[in-house]
Structures are given as C-alpha cells and as structure tokens.
C-alpha cells in the first residue's frame, strides 16, 4: 500500500478523481480513505498541518496497516527559488536534511531541497531568507513525517505543488489562525477577513481558485507517478 499523506483533504481532490473502489479506513484522522490506484491499494490520508499533526497521522496508519510500501508526502508548498511559478510541482530530494526517494514519472517537475518548517512562510521577505538554505520550497508537514518514516524503514517521497511562489505574501498571517493543535481554524479566518473585508475577501478568494488549480495539478501528477 502506497500512503499519500497531506495537510488538508482538498490537497488530494486531483487524486482522488483517478482512484476507483474507494472506502472507509482502519484509520481515524481528519480524512482518511482507502482505495485503488491503477490497480493497486492507497490510502489518501490528512490530519492537519505542521510536524506534531503530520507525524502523529504517520504514527497512527503505520500502527493500523503492516503492509504500507511508502509513505508520499504530498499537498502544497510555497517557492523559495524565484524562478518557480504557481502550478509547477516540486520533488524533494532532501527533506530539512533527510533524504527523500524521487518517483518514476515522464511529467515535469522541479527537484531539489525541501525545507519543512512548523510555520506558515508568509511573506516574499521570509521566503528570502529561507532560500539562503539552499532550499528551493518550504512546507510544513514533511519534517514531521520523514524522521518517523526514516525509524520504520518506510521508503518516503515527497512530492508538492507550488501555490505561493517566493515573490508573494499571504493577505494574512496565517499563523495566527492555527488553534490549540495547530490546525487552521476557519473562524480565526473568517473573522479576520471581516476587519477588513473589501480588501481581504477578494485576495483570499483568489488564494483559494489557486489551491483548487494546484490540486488538480498535484493530482494528475501523483496518478502517473511510479513509487
């Protein structure tokens, strides 16, 4: 069994489409499906962003399934190498220093050093600074999955999508909206895009249109992926 492991559900709505035979799992996380992909069984799962999340998902389907093959962290990420643009995806060959495994596909794609941090990058002068890293995108879910996956001797890929490129900031600060384990809280959102709604309602729907391309993107691009 093949994992894709992601933040949010709706970073696995392009891969969902390609998936035939889909039920419940052995598993309760925030989303968690099994189902077949071209024949062979996966499990799409999501618990929420940053490493305790991220790895606490690992932890629970690694303890409910014996026969996983490799865990694929996946979802979106922001840029870091300004030569990076919205849609394109990213295949960590490095993880914040763990080494990650590159899938077999024809599609293209972009390689190089994820960096994984417990915070949302927001903003272009951050990004900046990260990039010193030599790092080409930052997300926050894969340092929390490759140290666990890297003690059970599970093969780990780390494939993404950018969403944010390194000349963009976010409307908002987004850490500011994670509640008490770390997730975003959708009130925290919504009220304080009503501080300023004329101004922030329209950047964050435009947020939005670009995760739900992005996703479609990843999608396809996990379908044909040979792990």
């Known amino acids: 069994m093949i994992v ?24 309760i996380l925030d989303y968690a499906q099994e189902a077949q992909l071209r024949g062979a069984p996966v ?23 014996s026969d996983i093959e490799a865990f694929v962290t996946t979802g979106f990420c922001g840029g870091l190498d300004p030569s990076l643009e919205a849609g394109e995806v990213v295949i960590g060959t490095q993880v914040s220093g763990e080494a990650a495994t590159v899938p077999g596909t024809e599609r293209k794609f972009r390689s190089g050093a994820v960096l994984s941090q417990d915070r949302v990058a927001d903003c272009a002068a951050e990004k900046a600074g990260l990039a010193q890293t030599g790092a080409i995108a930052v997300e926050m879910e894969a340092g929390g999955v490759a140290a666990y996956v890297r003690s059970r001797n599970i093969p780990l890929f780390c494939v993404k999508v950018v969403t944010d490129t390194a000349r963009e900031s976010f409307p908002i ?7 008490s384990r770390g997730a975003f809280s959708r009130a925290r959102i919504a009220r304080a895009a009503l501080r300023h709604p004329f101004l922030l309602f329209p950047r964050l729907m435009e947020l939005d249109r670009k995760c739900k391309k992005a996703a479609a993107i990843l999608g396809d691009f996990l379908a044909d992926c040979r792990y």
């Open 173 to 179: 600060d987004f850490n500011r909206m994670r509640d």
């Open 43 to 65: 499990l799409l799962a999501a618990n929420g962003p940053g490493f305790r999340l991220a790895r606490e998902g690992a932890e629970s389907i690694a303890n409910a399934y």
């Open 4 to 27: 894709f492991l992601a933040s949010e559900k709706r970073e696995l709505s392009g891969l969902a489409k390609h998936l035939t035979g889909i039920k419940g799992a052995r598993v």
